[in-house]
């Protein structure tokens, strides 16, 4: 069974403020995209990985991938404008023989193997897709501008993470049918059973200045 990765890693990080592409500021010695991309390469599970780059750093993207040495990585691409769009323009270079797609944004470092095993192993359960997420801690509300409209049921939420894997077939029926959202809302809106399995506060999402602090000091 061939497993493809697709790095999403074409955002501009409007959040972070930096001068530069998320992807491409500095996480310690290297890019932010360069712990992600070593981590996918050297996974067991995965044959091969598409990298979404930011439009104009593709080169970049491609020499950073010979620096890492990241030989499972087959094509990099000039990502969307967002990242739904990433992912469909990355998904062209999966090859039509592909059996399972994993989603995965740039902007969480610390993807693991543990993570890519418990997303992986429910595709062979009958699920179509597989995301990892945490439960929610906080009372979460439903807002319109500034008043509360609804308060919800916190055990019924789970905040998602990444990766996410899905049968290839699948993801690209939902993509084909499906505009802007993620990937898995694509493919549950398209009649897809997706699985929830336990994420991991590692999978820390770098969106501020705060967030790329901390993930830094876990180098
Ligand atoms: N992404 C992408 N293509 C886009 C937008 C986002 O590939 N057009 C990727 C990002 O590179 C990131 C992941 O999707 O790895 C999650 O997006 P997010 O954290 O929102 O990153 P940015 O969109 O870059 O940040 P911001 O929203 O602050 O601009
Ligand atoms: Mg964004």
């Known amino acids: 069974m061939s497993v493809w ?16 592409p ?9 890019p932010l995209l360069a712990e992600s991309l070593r981590r996918l390469d050297e996974s067991e599970w995965i044959d091969a990985v598409v990298v979404a780059a930011p439009p104009g750093w593709e080169e970049p993207s491609v020499l950073l ?17 967002t990242r739904a769009e990433s992912v469909r323009l990355a998904l062209a270079d999966v090859p039509a023989d592909a ?43 439903r807002v319109e501008g500034d008043r509360v409209v609804e308060t919800l049921e916190r055990d019924s939420l789970v905040a998602v993470q990444t990766p996410q894997a899905f049968l290839a077939d699948v993801l690209r029926a939902a993509i084909a049918a499906g505009e802007g959202s ?4 694509l493919v549950e809106a398209h009649g897809g059973r997706v699985r929830v399995v336990p994420g991991d506060p590692r999978l820390l999402k770098v969106t501020t200045p705060e967030d790329l602090e901390l993930a830094a000091s876990w180098l």
């Open 182 to 185: 993620d990937c898995a809302s």
């Open 65 to 81: 991938a010979e620096e890492l040495g990241a030989g499972t990585v087959s094509a990099v691409v000039a990502g969307g404008a």
């Open 22 to 30: 998320k992807a491409f500021v500095r996480l310690g010695e290297l």
């Open 5 to 20: 990765a697709i790095l999403a890693a074409a955002g501009s990080g409007e959040r972070l403020g930096a001068d530069r």
């Open 99 to 141: 059996v399972v797609v994993l989603v995965h944004d740039a902007a969480r470092p610390f993807v693991d193997e543990a993570v890519i095993e418990r997303v992986l192993a429910p595709l062979s359960e009958g699920w179509d897709g597989v995301v990892p997420a945490l439960p929610v801690s906080d009372t979460i509300k």
